[in-house]
């Protein structure tokens, strides 16, 4: 009996650190457990509203001479799943690289769970015509240009708290007409997007207000935010509503220029 003790002390104490026993193990949805974190990094620094979670998906899609990888993501968004191609320019042991603003295209995915990431699923959502233009953006076979490429540490799991809860919940506040409103800090309506080279962030941050009498929640409205290193909202130019989720881009590009993002 006391050999026996003694092993079930010793099993508990090697769980210990990990604050996990047999039967009470959750796995983390935030965490990507997948082939391509080196790739999946390029996704979660590149689509407005993706955290990254465990059930995304990547398939690899085509390799040019230069090393560059195309592959196509699905995951779930502050809005709905979305289906993308993207291009990642180049990988290293600790880092992603890739054409900022120019590496993505992306689409509501729309299919019922469960779905297989395949080549014909992609030809579906996205033209010979997009395909051809997103490799052209990005300098498909020819040199890498560095002085465009932008970097993310590869990670399993983002940090969406570079910037604390309080003040990210602050800003949505000010911004908003509503004003209070309720969040969900684990998923992706309070999302972290990406981090640039003097530690400024933005954030995308969809609201949710609770309606008593129809016991639901309605959303109350999408910004971008920026933030300084020391998590300070940057002021007049920091702030931004998004009207349409799907075309972005050019809003998104024109917003780090006016704030001295870097590459």
């Not at 085509?62 to 779930?76: H, I, K, L, N, S």
């Not at 729309?110 to 959502?125: I, Q």
């Not at 990005?138 to 002085?147: A, L, P, T, V």
């Not at 799991?157 to 003040?167: E, F, G, H, L, R």
Request: with cysteine.
């Amino acid at each position: 009996m006391k050999k026996l003790l003694f092993f079930a002390l010793i099993i508990l104490l090697l769980l210990a650190p990990t604050g996990c026993v047999p039967t009470g193990c959750q796995p983390d949805p935030l965490r990507y457990n997948g082939k391509y974190p080196e790739l999946h990094v390029v996704a979660t620094n590149s689509i407005l509203g993706v955290l990254g979670q465990d059930a995304d998906n990547i398939l690899v899609l085509d390799e040019d001479d230069f090393g560059r990888v195309m592959f196509a993501f699905t995951g779930d968004t502050s809005h709905e799943e979305v289906i993308a191609v993207l291009v990642a320019q180049k990988t290293t042991k600790t880092h992603s690289y890739f054409y900022d603003g120019a590496n993505d295209i992306f689409c509501p995915l729309r299919v019922a769970w469960p779905y297989k990431l395949t080549r014909d699923l992609v030809s579906e959502r996205f033209t010979d015509e997009q395909i051809a233009q997103l490799k052209q953006d990005n300098d498909w076979n020819k040199e890498i240009d560095d002085s465009k490429l932008f970097k993310a540490e590869i990670t399993i799991k983002k940090n969406n708290d570079i910037v604390p809860w309080s003040k990210r919940v602050a800003a949505y506040e000010q911004a908003s007409p509503i004003g209070e409103v309720t969040f969900d800090d684990h998923y992706s309506y309070n999302a972290l997007l990406t981090t640039d080279a003097d530690g400024k962030s933005i954030y995308y941050i969809r609201g949710r207000l609770y309606v008593s009498g129809a016991k639901s929640f309605v959303f109350t409205g999408s910004y971008l935010f920026m933030f300084d290193k020391d998590g300070t909202l940057i002021d007049k130019t920091g702030t931004e509503e998004v009207t349409d989720f799907w075309n972005y881009h050019d809003q998104l590009r024109r917003f780090k220029e006016i704030n001295g993002w870097r590459f």
